[in-house]
């Protein structure tokens, strides 16, 4: 009796011990930070205080994680796409060579060519740093590499421009290139500059009674169709007690153009007018669609705009450039 009492006695000291064990591992468990989360957090992937989304709809990664399949997909269609529009060159604006050589082209277009050029390095650092988000890349790592992608493809393009009988490497042409990198790399460093979005499109001037640039080959340098604005996020700049009398989506841009060119002359258009930003206007829908609507925000849409000219009175347009008449009133 003696021997069964001393082992009940063991069994209920060893029953107590691992209780109490069980106890302290469950409340150094329950004290432990919880394992952070391989993604960044949604308030931290935002453009102008908005959040964003990528390609692929999940948050990027905080550590550089390749998915092989995205990454496959992702970089076959930008080198599909560069290599359609190299092609597309060479038969255009490259159609003939000659030795390399540089020519500062600073004025050509009135200017339009260069910040043709700053808004295109700043795109396709935008869309570089999207395909490599959406392959797996971290945010940092991601923006890094899209803007270093973004320049040495403007390089090449530029290098080319040297071999062209046409054209000439163009100094100030690569500065563009450079200042709409800068720009978008300096958004991701100092979020203010995201209230401050370049815009650009593309309008054949045939659209709207104007006339094609003299001696164009292409619509990449017909720079008579294309207009560029900067615009504000308006609402983000205002006083907080004001908030409720601005609409969140509503912009304003302040832009340029030039119609009619000949090698350099034209038509200047100075521009103020509406703008909108397209994530906040047009409804959800799936994932391609939502990041779709999301990178709209970098074209100009067909808005209400007060056109200044040097040569002429202010003139309104209801769909800037479209051109509407009723009777004898023009907009």
């Known amino acids: 009796m003696f021997w069964i009492g001393h082992v009940l006695m063991a069994q209920d000291s060893i029953h107590t011990d691992n209780v109490i064990a069980e106890t302290s591992i469950a409340a150094i468990n329950a004290n432990e930070t919880p394992a952070p989360s391989p993604f960044i957090a949604p308030s931290e992937f935002t453009y102008a205080g908005q959040e964003r989304i990528t390609l692929m709809g999940s948050p990027p ?153 003299d001696q164009s080959s292409s619509f990449i340098d017909d720079y008579s169709g294309y207009t560029f604005m900067l615009s504000a996020n308006v609402n983000n700049l205002l006083p907080k007690e004001l908030d409720p009398y601005w609409p969140d989506w509503l912009n304003i841009g302040v832009g340029y153009t030039a119609r009619n060119l000949t090698y350099k002359n034209g038509d200047r258009k100075y521009l103020i007018g509406l703008d909108i930003n397209p994530a906040m206007v047009f409804p959800d829908g799936g994932t391609e669609w939502n990041w779709f609507k999301q990178s709209l925000n970098y074209i100009l849409l067909p808005l209400p705009m007060l056109e200044l000219s040097p040569d002429g009175p202010p003139v309104f347009r209801l769909m800037y450039p479209f051109q509407f008449s009723i009777g004898s009133i023009n907009f």
Do not use: C
């Open 61 to 213: 990664f905080r550590e550089t994680t390749i998915k092989t399949t995205p990454f496959a997909v992702l970089t076959g269609t930008y080198v599909a796409a560069i290599t359609a529009l190299h092609i597309y060159q060479v038969n255009t604006i490259w159609d003939s060579t000659t030795t390399f050589r540089v020519i500062e082209d600073g004025d050509y277009g009135l200017y339009v060519d260069k910040l043709g050029h700053v808004w295109g390095g700043y795109m396709n650092a935008y869309i570089l740093s999207e395909f490599l988000m959406g392959s797996g890349f971290s945010h940092d790592a991601a923006t890094h590499w899209g803007a270093a992608m973004s320049l040495a493809y403007q390089s090449y393009v530029e290098i080319l421009d040297g071999f062209g009988t046409g054209w000439g490497f163009s100094p100030s042409d690569m500065y563009s290139n450079a200042l709409g990198i800068s720009y978008f790399l300096g958004q991701h460093y100092v979020p203010f500059l995201q209230n401050f979005t370049p815009k650009a499109n593309y309008i054949p001037p045939a659209w709207y009674g104007g006339k094609a640039r």
